[in-house]
């Protein structure tokens, strides 16, 4: 299903993969990792997450953002930016692309700009925010041991404006103070219940924020984020917030 919101196009991909195109300028967040953009996953729910049917190469991409190493994929980048697309990544990122036996960013065959977890930068006619994500540390979302799955420093989320239309992804994070003064027109936040936000504390931060529009992805993908995705619309459309799942 393909969501038409202010005049942008929206797609959940699958996992965390999001596209956002208006007339003129498309931009990823988090595209790939787990066969998302190759067809080769199958989703833990039926008719949830949709991967593609066959290999996503749409190559149209101008601006690629990423949150952070977990969801850095240097394929996904390929197969959805053009030929001159300027990738737009956590700047934590190589400090950790050993680790996953990854290349770092400076090899890319595009322009890279990096930013910290709350920053602004300008891509051709795309302002850009970055903003802190992680796990508080004990908090609800945490290994065992009470340490955090992303401790601060580890990524960011964005907030894109796209031919004026802003669109926020808050990455995989705990929701934080700096989120509920947000002014955002479309709210894409993650639900699955293990290392990011659930879907009570989305709905929650969708009532205090007041979107346009909500659509959650970054659930379903595994057992461990399995999420009820038409209980969060409930919640959601109680508040008096609309919200939409891309589902099929």
């Known amino acids: ?25 498309v931009v990823y967040v988090d595209p790939g ?3 998302v953009l190759t067809g080769e996953w199958e989703p833990h729910t039926d008719g949830i997450g949709h ?17 952070h190493v977990h969801h ?11 030929e001159d697309a300027t990738i737009v990544a956590y700047e934590g ?12 960013l400076s090899s890319l065959p595009y322009d890279v700009v990096e930013v910290g977890m709350k920053s602004q930068t300008t891509v051709g ?18 290994r065992p041991d009470g340490s955090p799955y992303h401790p601060e420093g ?22 934080l103070p700096g989120h509920r003064t947000l002014e955002v027109s479309l709210l894409c936040p993650p639900i699955g219940p293990r290392a990011t936000m659930d879907r009570h504390e989305a709905a929650s931060l969708a009532a205090t924020i007041d979107p346009d ?6 659930y379903n993908t595994f057992s461990n984020l399995e999420a009820d995705s038409r209980e969060f619309a409930a919640d959601v459309a109680e508040a008096g917030v609309p919200v939409v799942l891309d589902e099929q």
Request: charged share 25%; hydrophobic share 30%; aromatic share 10%.
């Open 213 to 218: 529009l909500v659509m959650p992805v970054h």
């Open 93 to 104: 990122i190589d400090e950790r692309v050993g680790d996953r036996d990854l290349p770092p």
């Open 125 to 142: 006619d795309v302002p850009i925010w970055s903003t802190p994500a992680y796990n508080e540390p004990d908090g609800p979302h945490t």
């Open 154 to 175: 580890f990524g960011c989320g964005f907030m894109i404006a796209v031919e004026g239309t802003r669109a926020f992804y808050p990455g995989d994070s705990d929701v």
């Open 51 to 67: 991967p593609p049917s066959s290999d996503y190469r749409a190559e149209d991409g101008d601006v690629v953002c990423v949150t």
């Open 1 to 25: 299903m393909t969501v038409r919101h202010d005049g942008l196009t929206v797609d959940w991909l699958g996992y965390a993969t999001l596209r956002f195109a208006g007339d003129d300028t």
């Open 72 to 82: 850095y994929d240097p394929d996904g980048i390929e197969r959805v930016a053009s």
């Open 33 to 35: 990792r787990y066969g």
